[in-house]
């Protein structure tokens, strides 16, 4: 019975990556259209981007907060708290900044583009579309999957300032730490490399949270209970996958 679990486990998951490697092609086979689909690309592009600019808000500002306090309790008595500067911003800049924003958008983009195109799916409007020959992965994760690559680097760019922010102030006005001596010693540290690398994660995440996403989507059965365990589903699979391309990544563009 075990080895019947895992036989039907194993082929479940290989056919999963089957379905999924002919999503992946479909949507760049559609990227040619992107011109003439922009107007359902800025849509989404709101909706996913701007749309989130408060959350990333709030969760960038408090990480840069924590994140001051954790490194001067860590460095207190070791060598001076001056040394924010140079080490918290790096930190939240090339590791914290991509990782938890995009892990934040995972539960709010990945499992709410799930969720859409689940019910969708239940209710048979994506065979209602098939049935008119219009290509639901052009139509539909198309324009998800190149707004939410696009706006990734955006608002993970803004989250790190953001934090950034939050760790400035907390030294400032907490720590007894200069303004100017945490700018210089932020300035000094700062390679181009450490922005890049963001961006770069930043694209990568992007890009698989909004195609798991649609391919969770696009499989979703059982009516409202299953558009319920697909978004749990997306959630998950797409934090995962951001904390393995994350270590990943890690070797190709810092290590």
């Given amino acids: 019975?075990?080895?019947?679990?895992?036989?039907?486990?194993?082929?479940?998951?290989?056919?999963?990556?089957?379905?999924?490697?002919?999503?992946?092609?479909?949507?760049?086979?559609?990227?040619?259209?992107?011109?003439?689909?922009?107007?359902?690309?800025?849509?989404?592009?709101?909706?996913?981007g701007v749309n989130s600019f408060v959350l990333v808000s709030i969760i960038g500002l408090f990480t840069g907060a924590v994140s001051a306090w954790q490194v001067a309790y860590q460095i207190r008595?070791?060598?001076?708290?001056?040394?924010?500067?140079?080490?918290?911003?790096?930190?939240?800049?090339?590791?914290?900044?991509?990782?938890?924003a995009a892990i934040v958008l995972a539960g709010r983009v990945g499992a709410s583009i799930s969720a859409e195109l689940g019910t969708m799916k239940v209710t048979e409007q994506i065979d209602a579309l098939e049935s008119m020959a219009i290509n639901p992965a052009r139509y539909l994760a198309m324009p998800r999957v190149v707004a939410t690559t696009l706006m990734m680097p955006v608002l993970v760019i803004y989250a790190s300032a953001i934090?950034?922010?939050?760790?400035?102030?907390?030294?400032?006005?907490?720590?007894?730490?200069?303004?100017?001596?945490?700018?210089?010693?932020?300035?000094?540290?700062?390679?181009?490399?450490?922005?890049?690398?963001?961006?770069?994660?930043?694209?990568?995440?992007?890009?698989?949270?909004?195609?798991?996403?649609?391919?969770?989507g696009f499989h979703t059965e059982g009516g409202a209970q299953g558009v319920g365990l697909s978004t749990i589903k997306s959630f998950v699979i797409c934090a995962?996958?951001?904390?393995?391309?994350?270590?990943l990544l890690w070797n190709f563009l810092i290590g």
């Fill in 240 to 247: 995962a996958t951001i904390l393995i391309l994350d270590a």
């Fill in 1 to 48: 019975m075990i080895l019947n679990l895992i036989e039907k486990k194993t082929y479940t998951f290989f056919e999963d990556v089957q379905n999924y490697a002919i999503l992946f092609f479909n949507v760049i086979k559609s990227l040619p259209r992107v011109f003439k689909d922009r107007n359902l690309i800025i849509e989404q592009m709101v909706h996913i």
């Fill in 163 to 216: 934090a950034i922010l939050g760790c400035y102030l907390v030294a400032v006005l907490f720590l007894d730490v200069s303004g100017e001596v945490f700018m210089n010693g932020f300035r000094k540290s700062l390679e181009y490399k450490d922005i890049y690398s963001g961006a770069i994660k930043a694209l990568f995440f992007g890009f698989s949270i909004s195609t798991i996403g649609c391919f969770v």
């Fill in 77 to 100: 008595g070791i060598m001076p708290l001056s040394y924010l500067g140079s080490a918290t911003p790096k930190a939240i800049i090339i590791e914290l900044g991509p990782v938890l």
